[in-house]
C-alpha cells in the first residue's frame, strides 16, 4: 500500500478490522504509522446480556491485538444509524483529525456500502482527505458489488492477527462474518484472484504519486 501514515476510518468499532485487519497487521510489521477512527460503539445495539459499553473495551483490545497503539486510537460517540443526521459534525470531526495527524494514506468503507453510517463517513471521508489516497475496504454484506482494484498480499501471521483482533468481539459473535472459517474464506478468495495465498480487495478512489 502506498502511505506511510495511515488514518482507519471505521464507522463502528470493528469494521476496519473486518474490512482490512491483514492489512492493518502487515503495515504496523512494515513500521507504517496506523491510526484507527472510530465513530460509534453502538451502544444503542449491544444485545442485552452484555453492559452498554462493551464494544469500546472491545475495541481497545482488537486494535491492540493488530499493534495499533492506545494513543492513536481515536473513539468519537455518535449514535448508531444516526450519521447522516450528524453529517457536519462528523466531517468538522475529520477535518481535525487531517490536521492533527497528516495522513497521506486514508481506508475507509465503500461509498455506495448500503449501510447508512458507513456510506455517511465515506463520503465525508473523501471529503476530508481528498488530497490524500483513498482506498476503500471490503464489507461483503454490505456490498451490493465491489471493484477489487487493488490488493495488498499478507502472510499468515497476519491472518492470524485479523483472526484474534476479531476474537476479542465477544460482543459480536453472533454475526454470521465473525468467525475464522468466513474470514479466511474471504483473505484465500482475494489471494486467488491475485494467484497469491492470502490477501485483502481494496477500492481505489484516489491515488497521488509524487
Ligand atoms: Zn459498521
Avoid at 3 to 14: F, K, V
Avoid at 28 to 55: H, N
Avoid at 71 to 76: A, K, R
Amino acid at each position: 500500500m502506498v502511505g506511510e501514515t495511515i488514518l482507519l476510518l471505521s464507522p463502528h468499532t470493528d469494521d476496519a478490522e473486518l474490512g482490512c485487519g491483514a492489512s492493518i497487521a502487515k503495515f504496523i510489521r512494515q513500521g507504517k504509522k496506523v491510526y484507527y477512527a472510530a465513530f460509534s460503539a453502538c451502544e444503542q445495539s449491544v444485545l442485552p446480556e452484555f453492559p452498554k459499553d462493551i464494544l469500546i473495551h472491545e475495541v481497545r483490545e482488537a486494535t491492540s491485538e493488530l499493534g495499533i497503539r492506545p494513543e492513536n486510537l481515536f473513539l468519537f460517540r455518535y449514535e448508531v444509524r444516526t450519521f447522516n443526521y450528524k453529517r457536519q459534525e462528523i466531517l468538522d470531526d475529520l477535518i481535525r483529525l487531517r490536521e492533527q495527524l497528516k495522513p497521506d494514506t486514508v481506508l475507509m468503507p465503500c461509498l455506495h456500502d448500503i449501510h447508512q453510517d458507513h456510506k455517511t463517513l465515506a463520503e465525508e471521508g473523501l471529503r476530508a482527505f481528498k488530497f490524500c489516497n483513498v482506498f476503500c475496504y471490503e464489507l461483503p454484506w454490505n456490498n451490493l458489488n465491489f471493484n477489487t482494484a487493488a490488493f495488498e498480499v499478507v502472510a499468515e501471521e497476519d491472518v492470524l492477527c485479523k483472526v484474534k483482533a476479531l476474537d476479542r468481539y465477544k460482543s459480536q459473535a453472533h454475526r454470521s462474518y465473525a468467525n475464522e472459517e468466513f474470514l479466511r474464506s474471504q483473505l484465500r478468495m482475494r489471494g486467488v484472484q491475485v494467484s497469491r495465498r492470502y490477501a485483502e480487495a481494496f477500492e481505489v478512489v484516489r491515488m497521488i504519486s509524487e
